[in-house]
């Protein structure tokens, strides 16, 4: 069986490992991967849908796996399915509840899924004026995909009237900011729930913990993620009970209702507040670095997973009752300005599982190429087993300028 892998990151390269320690018979294929994923398979340079549709035709995949929100929202699962090519994950119309946040916040009220207030704007002075007004701190979003950094948490009327000035005068985004949604900023605490939809329901994974910000203690910059527990430690059964009610159910309703039917994977994050859980954004592929810490846990085949979601058949998730940590190491000033293509040292010597971020191989060596380098994972009896296991294997691990956060997980 030949599989295509879609993504450069960790995410991509645990899938993968995931993959073929299930299934150690497949031919796996990534594009573009990293120096992780070479040593699963064969990493490719294709960049474009017609690109990757032609070489999944030629080489006559079996199943292509989609890492990047761009090409679903640019519709690659449409051109491989118009070839008759299999493929995991929603198609263009679908992908727009990841792609367009006024897109999926309209589908929340809709359809009755619980999320915060919101207003749409297109016009820097209807936004000011309704920002002067508005509590703080207050929630700011570029309507489309801005490489994860679209968000701002506004905690006076200066930082929304810059913000707003940002995005929709001096298009800091381009065309992702040519919408904003304003909205009311939800105080609690975060989890993330990755899912399986076979077209007809919505399997939930083992909840998660993700640590976005770059300095100890949840301060400083957003990140792409600096390390994730799973499950989350914070996040109840009645959490998870209100959640299938008042977030999944509707969102099932709404997916049925609009005709959004797809086999793939419905990610949600969520802020769970003393009124309830939230559903903060839908994304339409696996988290990151989410799936690299709970794929661990998972005792489930998954490419029997994914193939029973593309034949819209019943999936019984299974789960390991262990915890696990991952850590990110990143490159020094990450989220800003950071140097490359430093020699990592050590990864011989790591006990546990790891997955390369932003790593190249150069010359026989494994050299940064990315803010995010990186993913520990412990995994334990307990959630303090697990992070120690992740910390004890750090320590065997280095690069110039590496940096990551001490306390992921931490009580």
Known sequence: MKIL?????????AIGWKIKK?????????????AGTETLGENLNLQTISQLTEFAEKTEIDLTIVGSEELLVDGIVDS???NGLKILGPHKAAALLEG?????KNFMHKYGVKTAKYKVFNNFTEAHEYAKDHEYPLVIKADGLAAGKGVVICEDQYEAEKTLDDILN????????AHVVIEEYLEGFEASILSIYNGKDIFPFISAKDHKKIGEGETGLNTGGMGVVAPNPYFTNEHFEAFKKD?????????KEEKLFFAGVIFFGLMITKDGVYLLEYNMRMGDPETQAVLPLLKNNLLEVFNSALHGEPINLDWEEKHSACVVLTSGGYPLNYEKGFEIRGLDKVNTTWFIAGATNKEHKIVTSGGRVLNVVGVGNSLEDARK???????????????????IGEI
């Open 247 to 255: 977030i999944l159910q509707p969102t099932l309703k709404g997916l």
């Open 5 to 13: 892998i879609i993504g450069n990151g960790g995410r991509e390269h």
């Open 80 to 82: 491989f399915q118009r």
């Open 170 to 177: 001096k298009k800091i985004f381009g065309d992702a900011g």
């Open 100 to 104: 367009s946040k006024e897109f999926a």
């Open 389 to 407: 296991i992740a910390y004890n294997d750090i320590k065997n691990v280095h690069f110039d300028y590496e940096y990551f956060r001490h306390d």
């Open 22 to 34: 299930d299934n150690p018979e497949v031919t796996l294929y990534f594009s573009k991967g990293n």
